[in-house]
């Protein structure tokens, strides 16, 4: 029997025919544990023009221009869209559902508007030095970026799109299921519903499994079993996957140095929580800050 592949072989084969890079850009609303474990992976733009660039932006534009206006119009019309970024970049957007709600954005690109390089290097500079207030942007640097990128005529990025959306729409059925019957888990379970109140509220860094079977009234076998078929997790990738997401908080929205983050969710060795955060994000701690412009000197 063959076997349907999953939502990452999908996103992988797609980029291997195409030469595109995808990129998830997420509802923020639908996140939670389960949703963080499946796209993970290609979280956020983190090919080389996005990551040399935004460390000279003023203020959060990327944000505001894939999080806001992109995902508001992907929720409007439903279906694959060509769309230019602030700094002349071209992308396809493929809009990505999970029962009926929209649940990411997929952004397939570099691809060059023009398709002479020099006319390209001097419409994407022209955009991006607009927004370089510190003059940090090298325009030879430009280039050898702007290099890598594809071009395609939109009928066939269009094409592409087409097939994507429809690949992706397929698993959903399947992800649909899986996270809607978890969700009802969680609901009917009044026991683990406690115990993940309590880890969220728990300022403990050595919080276990044990203590917190002990405060809701099961045995520690019994309760690590039941955690798992109602969460989706095993307990100490839950409590993992909740550091993580505090660390990325503080990343974004603090200059805290790395070495107080790893402090402040609970790790000892900073070392350690930045081998655990480069093993699930697939970038260190230190490059995720400078990915989302969050490390710029005021």
Known sequence: MIKAPDFEEIIESFENLTSLNCALICDLKTENIVWRKIFVKKDGHRNSFCQYIKPALPFDICGQHCRTRL???????????ISECPFGVIELIVPFFIHEKLTANICCG????????????QYVYNKVK?????KIINKKKIYRLIRKFSWQENPALMRHGTLLFFAVSYI????NDTLYEQKIKFL?????????????QSRSSGITAESIAEKVGLS????????????????????????????KELLKNTTLPVIQIASEIGYT??????????????????????????????
């Open 220 to 247: 520690s076998d019994y309760f690590s079993k039941l955690f798992k078929k109602v969460t989706g997790n095993n307990f100490i990738d839950f409590i993992i996957g909740l550091k993580i997401s505090k660390a």
């Open 188 to 200: 009917k379970n009044e026991k683990i519903q406690k115990a993940v109140t309590l880890i969220q």
């Open 172 to 175: 959903a059925d399947y992800m």
């Open 130 to 134: 607009y927004y370089d207030e510190n």
């Open 71 to 81: 995902l508001k119009k992907s929720e409007k019309i439903r279906e694959p869209y």
């Open 110 to 121: 570099q691809i060059a508007k023009f398709k002479e390089n020099t006319k390209e290097l």
């Open 269 to 298: 060795r900073h070392s350690f929580f930045t081998r655990q955060f480069s093993r699930i994000m697939g970038i260190t701690p230190t490059d995720y800050r400078k990915l989302i412009g969050y490390s710029k000197k005021k």
